[in-house]
C-alpha cells in the first residue's frame, strides 16, 4: 500500500498520524517457519539482516521500514540503512550487523495465523499488532496518535525527522496507491547554481560556492519543474554555455535556484533534489 503526498500538515479525526520513519520499506514474512524479507518491488534481502531473522511464534506477514540510527545524534541514517542494504558479502553484513544494527519498525500486520487481515479496518489490524510478542529488541512498532497531525508535525520538525503520515482509521490494506494514507515531508530547502544539464533527458547539474569560491557540484535537479520552468531555462541557458561533453552542456554559473530535498548527505550532496522556484 503506498502513500499520497499531503499537501501540508493537516489534523482530522478520522485519522491517526505516525512519525514518518526514514529508512527503506521491507516485508516481513514467516510461513513455515521460514523468515523471508524482501522490499515492495520483491528484492530479496534476507540476506542482509540476519539480526532480524529471528521468527515470530507464529506464522505473520508484517510490514514496515528497516532503520538504523545515528549512535550521535539517535536520529534515523538514511545512509547507514542503504550500506546495509547494498551490502552483499557475508563476513561484511556479519560485521555491519553488529557496528551499524538494523531496527524493523512495524506499522502494520496483513496476516497471521493463517488468517488475511487486509481486508480488517486500520485500527483493528493495529490492535492485533500491539497484542503480539516481539522477538527481539530489534523489532519496533511505530507509535501512533488520534486526529492531531498539526501537533506532531510540529514536533517531528522541531526534531529534524524526515516527516508524518496520516491514515485513515478504517481503512484496508490496498496493494495500490491510495488516498487513504498521506505523507507530509518536512522538507529542509537549499539555494543551488545550475551549472549545466543533461543531453539525453532532464537534468540540471546543481553546485554551490565553496569557501574559495569555486563551485562545487551537490547533485543533479531531476523533478519539480513544469514545461513554463524548462522553457524559461532554455530561453536563458544557451548565452551562458561554456562547453560540453558527451553526456552534459555546462553553464556559467549565473542561473540560481532554490530546491527542496530530504537533507544533505554526509558527503555534501543534495538528498532527492526537487526543484522550488527561480532565484532572481
Known sequence: MLLETAPGPFSHSDFIFEPKVDGHRLIYSQQSGSVRLYTRHNNDCTRQYPELLLPFGSDIILDGEVACADPTTGLNDFEAVMSRFSTKQDSKIQQL??????????????????????????????????????????????????????????????????????????????????????????????????????????????????????????????????????????????????GEDKNHVYLDPRIQVRVRMRNWTKSGLLRIPVFDQFIV
Open 97 to 242: 550487523s553488529r557496528t551499524i544494527p538494523a531496527t524493523f519498525a512495524i506499522f502494520d500486520i496483513l496476516h497471521y495465523k493463517g488468517k488475511d487481515l487486509r481486508k480488517l479496518p486500520l485500527l483493528e489490524r493495529k490492535a492485533i499488532l500491539h497484542s503480539i510478542a516481539l522477538p527481539s529488541p530489534s523489532f519496533g512498532i511505530v507509535p501512533h496518535i488520534e486526529g492531531a497531525g498539526e501537533e506532531l508535525y510540529a514536533h517531528i520538525e522541531t526534531m529534524g525527522m524526515e516527516g508524518v503520515v496520516g491514515k485513515r482509521k478504517d481503512s484496508q490494506y490496498v496493494s495500490r496507491r491510495s488516498k487513504d494514507w498521506m505523507k507530509v515531508i518536512n522538507w529542509s530547502y537549499a539555494d543551488v547554481f545550475i551549472t549545466g544539464y543533461k543531453k539525453s533527458e532532464f537534468g540540471w547539474l546543481a553546485a554551490v560556492p565553496d569557501p574559495n569560491g569555486r563551485m562545487r557540484p551537490v547533485g543533479i535537479i531531476e523533478h519539480g519543474a513544469s514545461p513554463k520552468h524548462k522553457q524559461a531555462f532554455r530561453g536563458v541557458c544557451q548565452q551562458l554555455v561554456t
